[in-house]
């Protein structure tokens, strides 16, 4: 079974600009995770996708959204970027919504922002 | 609000040693606790869930509810557990959220 997989694996882009990642889960898994991992604040949980619909959000501004199709593939989407936007950004998959099920991470996509 | 904190950002050993990596955490209700480990150029990935009371590669966690810890703990240390540990929560209504402590590199010296 192909793990979770992230396009692109890294990214450079100026401030201003905006970026979309793009995340593929597990085959036949339905909710979809993204977090934001820097040295100084670690693993952030950005939000998460369960059928198609924002499950939870995490305490990241309005710059950041995200969105879920059909086939369970999410995308993240970050406008204006910042400087400090520079960050791996990972995403994870698992069967259902809820902690009893695994959480299965993709490689990440590391974004740098000049 | 919840927090996960685990004291140690760098943990040496030598091999053969026992381990034992801190994590506390700060949460009123009744949380889920999780160890995620990340060997180097792979996946973080889940070792082991308080839930399941199960040891998975000779690893061990109890959660303390009276010290709100969960530490992870092995008796004897191989050169192979070297990597990142992470400890991890998840709140009853949160879904899949994790929220992560900062993480403890664990160094095992032959």
């Known amino acids: 079974k192909a793990g979770v997989t992230q396009t692109p694996r890294y990214l450079i882009k100026t401030r201003g600009q905006q970026v979309t990642l793009s995340c593929s889960p597990i085959?036949?898994?339905?909710?979809v995770s993204w977090y934001q991992q820097t040295p100084g604040q670690g693993l952030q949980f950005l939000f998460e996708y369960f059928s198609e619909t924002q499950r939870n959000k995490g305490n990241f501004p309005g710059r950041f959204s995200g969105r879920q199709f059909s086939n369970s593939r999410s995308e993240m989407n970050v406008s204006t970027l910042e400087l400090g936007d520079s960050a791996l950004y990972l995403c994870?998959?698992?069967?259902?919504?809820?902690?009893?099920?695994?959480?299965?991470f993709g490689p990440g996509t590391r974004l740098t922002v000049l | 609000a919840q927090r996960v904190t685990q004291p140690e950002k760098l943990l040496s050993v030598f091999k053969g040693a026992p381990v034992e990596l801190k994590c506390n955490y700060s949460?009123?209700?009744?949380?889920?606790l999780f160890w995620y480990v990340q060997y180097s150029r792979q996946r973080l990935q889940l070792l082991l869930r308080h839930i399941s009371r199960e040891s998975i590669k000779g690893f061990t966690a109890d959660l303390n509810k009276g010290e709100t810890s969960f530490h992870l703990k092995k008796p004897f240390a191989q050169e192979e557990d070297s990597a990142m540990y992470y400890c991890?929560?998840?709140?009853?209504?949160?879904?899949?959220?994790?929220?992560f402590g900062e993480g403890t590199q664990l160094t095992v010296n032959p």
């Open positions: 085959s036949g898994h339905r909710s």
């Open positions: 994870a998959s698992s069967l259902h919504s809820g902690s009893q099920y695994e959480q299965f």
């Open positions: 991890a929560l998840s709140e009853e209504t949160s879904g899949s959220r994790l929220t």
């Open positions: 949460y009123s209700g009744s949380p889920e």
